[in-house]
């Protein structure tokens, strides 16, 4: 029997073309009922060519929903993480397709394209969308917070209604 992932994994050069979207290292804190905030979690570490190396990522869902997570291994791996309203979502990426997929517990799934990749901080930039056509913008790397810095001169990613800290 086939698992999940290694399902997706095969499913997506089928499916890429029905449903282009995400990806996502880190906790969300909830402050507030209208924010949520998050922090990198510190025990994700890249360890070059290692199955078991794990990279930040964070994706924005629409207008409001935010995705983060890990993305685990090398070349090619698992994606776990929590959306803001705390469904969890699972899923697989891949450097040699460079998308990413993910199904959620409540249903909601999508499909990342990865386009861009910064030399100096080694961070992945994708976009893509849901089934149901919400767009997806991905970021995925070990030094997620720098990559931001650098590009916005903040620690802060907006997502729609969510500004995110990353520490």
């Known amino acids: 029997m086939m698992t ?53 990522a964070v994706a924005c869902i629409g207008d409001d929903l935010l995705l983060v997570g890990q993305a685990i291994g090398w070349d090619q791996g698992l994606l776990q993480g929590e959306m803001s309203s705390g469904t969890t ?43 149901v056509g919400l767009p997806i913008n991905a970021w995925s790397g070990a030094d997620l917070a720098a990559y931001i810095a650098q590009t916005t001169g903040a620690r802060e990613l907006t997502c729609g209604a969510h500004s995110v800290t990353l520490n």
């Open 4 to 56: 999940f992932s290694e399902c997706h994994l095969r499913a997506l050069p089928v499916c890429a073309p029905f449903y282009p979207a995400l990806l996502a290292a880190a906790t969300v804190i909830f402050a507030d009922g209208a924010a949520a905030q998050m922090q990198l979690d510190e025990t994700c570490v890249e360890v070059e060519g290692s199955e078991t190396s794990c990279a930040h």
């Open 89 to 131: 979502c699972t899923g697989v990426w891949s450097n040699i397709e460079n998308v990413a997929n993910f199904t959620c517990e409540d249903g909601m799934t999508g499909i990342v394209t990865y386009s861009f990749k910064d030399p100096d901080t080694n961070v992945a930039v994708g976009a893509g969308q849901t089934i």
